[in-house]
């Protein structure tokens, strides 16, 4: 690459012949997008195969990162714009009659994953192999992604996604290289000339085959590979077929596919779900498994291991990587316990990304020991020589010990898990970080601060800005000159265009032109006309309470109850936008989803703000949706209570497509007030020390509602019949104590301060050139949210890599 165009013809003709025995310009768009694909996979393959020969050659140490979640998104783009080919491809499909952009749309969107944490396991993917680290994903190859979000009446349906139906042509699968996990049974332990073995007997064995996705980098040579496992029955039963016990052999069939066909779709609590610990022992035993095997064939011993891989914990979903590296350490390859922990420690390490407690894994011991039985022997181990070191360190704090302990209360809890073993730790902003080491996590932090430390999260932005937003690119192209493709720091010279009238006043047009675009799509999807001169105002996230989707709502009634009051009540025009998918058994959020789309209808065709608000709820939230609605944002609500967000990363992306941020000092947001400066950012609301006190002196709601009778009419619009359902639970979660604490989210305590920041917002905003400024500085102090900042840290403060 690049290749001259006849080269690529006689490529996909190639392939067009293989595949279907016709040439190339005679496919069909469906055809074409598989010939597509499969030459660019193949070409990727071999760029990999090149890349990794070379590095491990010269015994470079190398990172796996393992995550239960990659939200991959589109594939075709993102490939062809890091290998600079996309002009090529353009031109040489043009000549055989086809449209890129045709086969763009066709590219499924691989939701395997839930939200932030999942995009950013691909974000650092992305941002690892463009600066040339051998690095390697591993999760699981869901047959069903993250559901699709139908709206019906209102109220969110879920329906199956079945992404690999065209996701598949990403995929290689490796028969060869299978592994065998294995589930339930009991332990047998004896001795052998003096050496203690063990092994299971009864137990259920699935086969786990690899599938490698190939990850590009931008402008370099390098290849790196996600593997996702594909849980299958083993080999046919041929004994119990013979015996005539067809149904039970096709029964275990069943029940090892179940274990990779969908993704939970939860990120708000724990279910103790038996299928979902079967699948993270998959995959964690099988890519141990492989990751052991690999590094034996290469250096045919483990005393080195701990200098040659890193393995990172993408939150504690795949904390059984701790007793797992343990169990293939000492059962398999006979070290000892002591060999084995010490080099456990040295190479796992561990990102917690939330402090709500309902997220904070933990199973139940009698789950965990029927499902694991091996496993759970040496998570007692461990926690038996944990509560011996910490009974030393604070004898008779016996609270203390059972809190900092793995196994309590007939539960393991993975966080301490991970606490106990890791040697490096981290959160995921500065704040985070702070809360955890002087919170949750601060009887680990006083034994051994050392081990801990922040790196604030960061995104592709090559992805969320360059190929998202390409009429922002192309003119900080000419603007600026390439050096921001590569270093997003570079992005910092737009600051000395800001009193440039005319660059202002092109960005203003962009902006316009992409508000056209996310109008048009709203006129298509949802059948209702926006004002590209309005204010959009874009809320984009998983729907939380934490979140507080609902204060920006009880904000918009209140401006429909403002504007029915007073037809002069000034007002500058806002589209409200928001896309959210709620856990499908999360019935207060699902009741908000339902709450946003009665408004949208009662205001979207009240008279009275018909012309001045509108409210829109875009279905189906995923990554290439965000990647339309992002560039068109002219506001970016990031709202939750502070404390909540650990970083969130949907306000990196707006931000650098010159979104103004309106948001809590919560999460990353500390970061980017810090970043662009008080001006160019609008803070509200209580800090994470006053919701501390307030919620710790006893919040009490009717304090807020009885200072604001316009907030008194706004919860009264809850139930009044007005709009058209009535949300008597929503009301009750605000007012009283039947969801545990009133309004534990404190919407109602920073309503004010909200409903203050929008007014000054919308005074802004009729100053273009003041706006467009402040939207200016947002793009210009991006900077420091670049994925490609974050892995370095990674790679130099947690892993240890070499460049
Ligand atoms: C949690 C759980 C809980 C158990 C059930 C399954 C499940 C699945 C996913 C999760 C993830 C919750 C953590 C998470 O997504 N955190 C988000 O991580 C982002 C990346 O660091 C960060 O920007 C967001 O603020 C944080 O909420």
């Given amino acids: 690459m690049p290749l001259p165009t006849f080269e690529l013809t006689y490529k996909l003709n190639e392939i067009s012949s293989r595949l279907f025995s016709i040439s190339f310009n005679n496919t069909t768009d469906i055809q074409a997008y598989k010939v597509v694909c499969t030459y660019i996979k193949e070409l990727l393959a071999k760029k990999q195969t090149e890349f990794y020969n070379s590095q491990i050659k010269k015994e470079k140490k190398q990172v796996y990162y393992m995550s239960m979640e990659f939200l991959v998104g589109t594939s075709l783009k993102n490939n062809l714009f890091n290998l600079g080919v996309e002009k090529l491809f353009f031109k040489v499909l043009s000549e055989n009659g086809k449209n890129l952009n045709d086969l763009y749309a066709l590219d499924p969107d691989a939701g395997l994953g839930n939200g932030g944490l999942g995009r950013l396991a691909c974000c650092y993917m992305d941002s690892l192999t463009t600066q040339n680290f051998v690095a390697t994903g591993f999760s699981i190859r869901y047959e069903f992604g993250i559901f699709k979000q139908k709206i019906i009446d209102g109220w969110q349906m879920e329906f199956p996604d079945n992404w690999l139906d ?24 004896w001795y052998e000339n003096g050496h203690f073995k063990t092994k299971l007997k009864n137990c259920k064995t699935v086969k786990a085959i690899p599938y490698d996705m190939f990850i590009t980098g931008y402008n370099t040579k390098a290849v790196n590979k996600l593997v996702l496992w594909s849980a299958v029955v083993p080999d046919f039963d041929m004994s119990a077929f013979s015996r005539g016990d067809y149904l039970r052999s096709l029964e275990q069939n069943t029940m090892a596919e179940v274990i990779s066909k969908v993704l939970y779709p939860a990120d708000d609590h ?41 393995i990172h914990i993408n939150d504690t979903h795949p904390a059984l990587c701790v007793p797992e590296l343990m169990r293939i350490f000492m059962d398999e390859h006979d070290l000892s316990w002591d060999e084995a922990f010490l080099k456990c420690s040295k190479i796992l390490t ?73 040697h490096k730790i981290n959160g995921v902003s500065a704040l ?37 937003n390409p ?14 493709l590569t270093d997003c720091n570079a992005l910092s010279e737009l600051k000395n265009h800001k009193n440039n009238k005319t660059v202002l006043t092109d960005l203003y047009t962009i902006k316009q032109q992409n508000k056209a675009a996310l109008a048009k799509y709203i006129s298509q999807n949802n059948g209702i006309k926006v004002d590209i001169n309005s204010v959009f105002d874009v809320q984009i996230k998983r729907l939380h309470e934490y979140k507080r989707q609902l204060l920006n709502v009880l904000h918009i009634l209140y401006l429909y109850i403002r504007l029915k009051e007073d ?65 068109a ?50 803070i509200f609301g209580n800090t994470e020390k006053q919701v501390e006190e307030i919620l710790s002196s006893g919040y009490n709601v009717f304090n807020y509602i009885n200072k604001n009778p316009y907030l008194k009419q706004v919860l009264n619009m809850l139930v ?23 309004d534990r989210f404190l919407n109602l305590a920073d309503f004010d301060s909200y409903v203050l920041a929008q007014e000054e917002i919308s005074r802004a905003y009729e100053n273009k050139e003041k706006f467009g400024r402040m939207s200016l500085m947002n793009i210009a102090n991006a900077g420091l949210f670049s994925a490609d900042r974050s892995v370095l840290e990674y790679a130099f403060n947690i892993w240890d890599l070499k460049r």
């Fill in 166 to 189: 065209k996701g598949e042509v990403w995929l290689r699968p490796r028969e060869d290289d299978a592994v065998y996990v294995s589930f339930g049974g009991e332990t047998e332990e």
């Fill in 270 to 310: 724990t279910e103790g779900k038996r299928l979902r610990l079967k699948q993270q022992y998959l995959l964690c035993s099988a890519s141990l498994q492989s990751i052991v095997n690999f590094h034996l064939k290469k250096y045919k011993t483990l005393s080195n291991i701990e200098e040659k891989i890193a």
């Fill in 350 to 422: 561990y990102t917690n990304h939330t402090v709500m407690s309902e997220a904070l894994e933990k199973w139940s011991v009698e789950l965990f020991k029927t499902e694991l039985p091996r496993i759970y022997k040496i998570t007692e181990e461990i926690n038996r020589r944990l509560v011996k070191y910490l009974s030393d360190i604070y004898p008779n704090d016996y609270k203390k010990i059972d809190y900092m302990s793995v196994i309590s209360d007939g539960y393991v809890k993975m966080y301490n898990l991970c606490l106990s073993c890791c």
């Fill in 432 to 468: 985070h970080t702070k809360i955890l080491t002087e919170g949750i996590f601060k009887d680990y932090y006083n034994i051994d601060n050392a081990r801990f430390l922040n790196v604030t999260n960061g995104i592709a932005y090559r992805r969320w800005l360059c190929q998202a």
């Fill in 471 to 484: 009429n922002l690119s192309n003119y900080l192209l000419k603007l600026l000159g390439p050096g921001f």
């Fill in 567 to 631: 037809k002069n009540f000034h007002i500058t025009p806002k589209t409200f936008i928001f896309g959210a998918k709620a856990s499908a058994g999360y019935i207060m959020a699902k009741q908000i989803i339902s709450l946003i789309n009665s408004a949208a209808e009662l205001i979207n065709n009240s008279p009275v703000t018909k012309d001045l608000i509108k409210v829109v709820f875009l279905e189906d939230y995923r990554v290439s949706l965000a990647e339309k609605i992002i560039p």
């Fill in 633 to 682: 944002a002219d506001i970016s609500e990031q709202i939750s209570l502070a404390g909540k967000e650990a970083s969130g990363t949907g306000n990196m992306k707006l931000m650098i497509n010159g979104a103004v941020t309106l948001g809590t000092l919560d999460g990353a947001n500390v970061e980017i007030l810090k970043c662009v400066g008080k001006n160019n950012i609008y």
């Fill in 720 to 742: 009044s019949g007005e709009l058209n359902k009535r949300f008597p639970d929503i009301l009750d979660s605000l007012t009283t104590n039947k969801y545990g604490i009133a």
